[in-house]
């Protein structure tokens, strides 16, 4: 018995395209970035169940980097990265921009980034004494 081949959608929820191009950890975490106003379709804002189609433009912000990329494909299952990978194009001036960020913050880090654990003795002695101050 032959059984016919399944076709690929021809849309997809967002929200779920979103969790299976890997952009997010879980659909419920790309629900909450849609309705934090963090994703948008076409330059305007959507809801979760909104559907998205090979061609659509999507403006993603996650965790600090933004994103801009052209769907090229659905996929109704969370697949490996480097599948994932092939649903989507990220635009030229997208990956500019993230790169200008990227080097941005390497030659001018965050400050106190570099400090790890409780602070030792002779810095809580500074501390006391800054904050004593004022």
Same mark, same amino acid.
């Given at each position: 018995m032959n059984r016919p081949e399944k076709l690929p959608p021809a849309q997809q929820r967002i929200d779920k395209w979103l969790w299976a191009a890997r952009f997010f950890k879980t659909r419920s975490l790309a629900t909450e970035a849609i309705?934090?106003?963090?994703v948008k %379709?076409? =330059?305007?804002t959507v809801k979760p169940a909104r559907d998205v189609r090979p061609g659509d433009t999507l403006?993603?912000?996650a965790a600090d980097t933004r994103f801009t990329v052209e769907v090229k494909g659905l996929n109704e299952q969370r697949r490996p990265a480097s599948e994932a990978q092939a %649903?989507?194009?990220e635009t030229e001036e997208s +990956?500019?921009?993230r790169e200008t960020v990227k080097e941005a913050q390497r030659l001018a880090p965050?400050? =106190?980034?570099d400090l790890r654990g409780r602070?030792? +003795?002779k810095a809580r002695r500074q501390i006391h004494g800054f904050s004593d101050k004022y």
């Open positions: 309705h934090a106003g963090h %379709l076409n =330059g305007t403006d993603i912000t %649903l989507y194009e +990956k500019t921009r965050t400050p =106190g980034s602070p030792t +003795k």
